[in-house]
């Protein structure tokens, strides 16, 4: 079974940038899917962010792309996300999740908020 | 980019009563790539139909999805008690983006 953990700080200033990683147990992320980032400010609803392929190719939400960068680290069977010039608009639960046209596994989520 | 709208926002219903939620695209949306899920508070959501209509593995077949073009339909048909909680669809389209839409939210009466 896949299981996926996120990790990063939780707390980022205004300005700065957002920076989380994923780390993908029972399964290679080199073997397939898409791996992909989902936010969820507080609530509110579901937002994707944006996916990488196996093979390094990248996917943004259009209203997000000036500032986002997803990368992948095979060696580590991990991935990241990088949101840059963040604001208390970007104060959400981020998660990250394997998919192919539809999200099937999920990680627990993590809290960061934006604020000086 | 294809907007998802989920209607109605909140439906109050009793334990054992029919749930009938609706996602309306604002293009036609292939049913191959229309998916529902379910999200608890503090959870993170969870994957209940793909394709439509193909229960994901483990999910009751109280649930049910069906439509296709611009309108589906996410069916539960008798309310358990675990089954009060906010549902979501979402579609893949063809530039390779996932949209979500903003939620239904199942209460109890």
């Known amino acids: 079974q896949v299981q996926l953990q996120e990790s990063g700080p939780g707390l980022v200033k205004p300005s700065e940038t957002l920076s989380l990683t994923c780390a993908v147990s029972g399964y290679s992320i080199s073997s397939g899917y898409y791996w992909g980032w989902i936010r969820q400010p507080p609530g509110k609803g579901l937002e994707w962010i944006g996916s990488?392929?196996?093979?390094?190719?990248?996917y943004y939400n259009p209203s997000l792309k000036s500032r986002v960068t997803i990368s992948v680290d095979t060696s580590k069977n991990q991935f990241s996300l990088k949101l840059s010039s963040v604001t208390a608009a970007d104060t959400a639960v981020y998660y990250c999740a394997s998919s192919f046209s539809y999200f099937d596994y999920w990680g627990q989520g993590t809290l960061v908020t934006v604020s000086s | 980019e294809i907007v998802l709208t989920q209607s109605p926002g909140t439906l109050s219903l009793s334990p054992g009563e029919r749930a009938t939620l609706s996602c309306r695209a604002s293009?036609?949306?292939?049913?191959?790539?229309l998916a529902w899920y379910q999200q608890k508070p503090g959870q993170a959501p969870r994957l209940l139909i793909y394709?439509?209509?193909s229960r994901a593995t483990g999910i009751p077949d109280r649930f049910s999805g069906s439509g296709s073009g611009t309108d589906f339909t996410l069916t539960i048909s008798r309310l358990e008690p675990e089954d009060f909680a906010v549902y979501y669809c979402q579609q893949y389209g063809s530039s390779l983006s996932w949209t979500f839409g903003q939620g239904t939210k199942v209460e109890i009466k």
């Open positions: 990488i392929y196996h093979s390094g190719s990248t």
């Open positions: 394709g439509a209509s």
């Open positions: 293009q036609s949306v292939s049913s191959s790539y």
